[in-house]
């Protein structure tokens, strides 16, 4: 046992050790893993290699799941970036650790798991994203973007000091985490890194390398991109539709010197641009110029438009991906030049899936299944068996006691989630047989309305409520892209009634209710000056 490491062990964690454990305290002690946390933001499972969709080619991130275990059904429980993280770190739902939306701040002061690991003797580290005001709590090195960040010569907040770095936020934030690993890092304490990345959030603006990639290809949209929404009411309120809502300026690039392309947010992409340098801004115009020449000469409308629309969002999209694998491929390799590849933990995984096209949309929020989904890869070569593969429903929930097992130290009482520790090493096979689904951010952009619910392996029922009170019912093993509401259709009736009661025993186990609800839904309201909307 390494003396520094148990100078800054709890007297209750040498306790639990002591009589907790079957482990010997020299097995555990000795080498507690280190854990690196990756997580990138709107990572669509459909765009890593590993889960089988053809889309593109992500090697490393890959790796950890052929070294590792891949979750075939991973889940957020609020599918929207701060209350994701807020979930991730507290291991409780949006309700009760209270950031149930990115309107309304998060109180830093409550418990996280990373603050339970630095009072455990581990050192601690947050790079990149986080989205969420106020100075990280439960980590002794923090640098991170303000809010969204930027891609390109982005502000960082290093241990609350701002500064601007030159250059293109993926690599950097790659090099801020490995910076800290190969000079911050103390050798002999375990230690926990959240290495978190921006991309591939909108507006999606790749690094000058990749330009290219994709060129010779023409992506297909998935078979539902022409959806119309019937029997889906919520559905068909969105504001997140490639052909009507994808803006050909801000997402697709297309600024033309010459100003004839006019839209909504042409304002704020040529602000983005503006940060660019001149070598940035002309390769950058290099490339996308004799692009937007082309569009403007084809003078595309209608369906042609809409397809030519996925196309060149996908390739922008996926683009930004390759910069994060390259980013995990020098982590990983760090970690393996370092001795550090059997006692680290390395976890990939996005704070929410996205949609590349499917019901004809971008964005996330909704409980329908591509966004409700995120990537989960874990490689631990000391429990964990190459080649795993996970199929029963884990959710971010579940990160903060993982961890917590993982290091041996206690699990409050308060946690959500449950580890999946033994899950994932193939010691258990009992699990969970129900998830719970909460969203909030409406009214707000991209207009998806307030709803819950829960899914079974089979079934997902959904509530919408507030402007709106429907109800949408799926049978995902005969309709996996939840076209075909089967609410209140006869033969399903007992489906229904079950999936009704699986609902209410969600709700009690996770102590939410139509009060809380109301609670947010006053709150959120008065964040957003809505006062005449308030429900009493
Ligand atoms: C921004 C984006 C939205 C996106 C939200 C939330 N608009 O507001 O498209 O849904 O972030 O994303 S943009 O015009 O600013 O790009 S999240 O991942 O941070 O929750
Ligand atoms: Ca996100």
Redesign the pocket.
């Given at each position: 046992m390494k003396i520094s490491f148990l100078k800054n062990v709890s007297p209750l964690l040498v306790v639990l050790v002591l009589f907790g454990c079957k482990k010997t305290i020299k097995e555990i002690s000795n080498n507690p893993p280190n854990i690196v946390f990756i997580m990138s933001?709107?990572h669509a499972y459909q765009a890593i290699s590993a889960y089988g969709h053809g889309l593109n080619l992500t090697p490393n991130i890959d790796r950890i799941a052929t070294e590792g275990a891949i979750f075939n059904k991973g889940f957020v429980t609020n599918s929207?970036?701060?209350p994701?993280r807020a979930v991730m770190l507290t291991g409780k739902h949006s309700h009760i650790n209270g950031k149930v939306d990115?309107i309304q701040s998060f109180d830093w002061d409550q418990d996280n798991f990373a603050k339970s690991l630095q009072k455990s003797g581990y050192q601690t580290a947050m790079v990149g994203k986080i989205?969420m005001d106020g100075l990280p709590q439960g980590f002794d090195y923090s640098n991170v973007l303000p809010g969204?960040g930027q891609y390109y010569n982005p502000d960082f907040i290093e241990n609350g000091v701002k500064k601007r770095i030159p250059g293109y936020v993926t690599e950097i934030t790659t090099d801020i985490a490995l910076n800290w690993l190969k000079n911050k890092r103390v050798a002999d304490k375990p230690f926990l890194l959240l290495y978190h990345q921006k991309a591939p959030?909108?507006?999606w603006m790749p690094e000058e390398k990749y330009f290219n990639l994709f060129d010779e290809k023409t992506f297909t949209p998935p078979a539902n991109f022409f959806d119309d929404y019937s029997n889906r009411p919520a559905a068909a309120a969105h504001e997140?539709g490639i052909a009507k809502d994808m803006d050909l300026v801000?997402d697709l690039k297309m600024l033309d010197a010459e100003g004839e392309i006019k839209t909504k947010?042409r304002k704020?992409f040529q602000n983005m641009y503006n940060r660019m340098d001149d070598q940035q801004r002309a390769a950058w115009d290099a490339y996308y110029n004799p692009i937007i020449k082309k569009f403007k000469a084809d003078s595309l409308s209608g369906k042609a438009l809409a397809l030519w629309k996925f196309d060149r969002y996908m390739k922008d999209y996926l683009r930004t991906i390759q910069s994060i694998d390259d980013g995990v491929g020098e982590v990983l390799e760090y970690l393996e030049q370092n001795g550090l590849s059997e006692n680290t933990i390395v976890v990939y995984t996005s704070?929410?899936g996205f949609y590349l096209g499917e019901h004809g949309w971008?964005?996330?929020?909704f409980m329908y299944e591509e966004s409700f989904r995120t990537p989960i890869l874990i490689r631990y070569p000391r429990e964990i068996k190459a080649g795993t593969v996970i199929d029963k429903m884990v959710q971010n929930l579940d990160f903060a006691p993982t961890f917590l097992d993982y290091a041996n130290v206690s699990i409050p009482e308060a946690i959500q989630g449950e580890s999946f520790r033994k899950l994932v090493s193939g010691e258990v096979s009992e699990w969970r047989d129900a998830i719970y689904y909460t969203y909030y951010e409406f009214p707000g952009?991209?207009h998806v309305k307030r709803h819950y619910g829960v899914r079974t392996d089979r079934y997902k029922l959904m509530h919408f409520y507030y402007d709106i009170d429907t109800w949408e019912l799926y049978d995902l093993e005969q309709d996996p892209s939840e076209m075909n509401n089967i609410y209140d259709h006869p033969e399903y009736k007992d489906i229904q009634e079950n999936m009704h009661q699986r609902l209410v025993e969600m709700r009690e186990k996770y102590e939410d209710s139509d009060h809380l609800n109301k609670e947010n839904l006053n709150r959120y309201l008065k964040a957003k000056g809505i006062n005449d909307h308030i429900v009493k």
């Open positions: 933001d709107d929207i970036c701060a994701s990115n989205h969204q959030h909108r507006t997140m801000y947010y704020h704070d929410q971008f964005d996330k929020r952009e991209h």
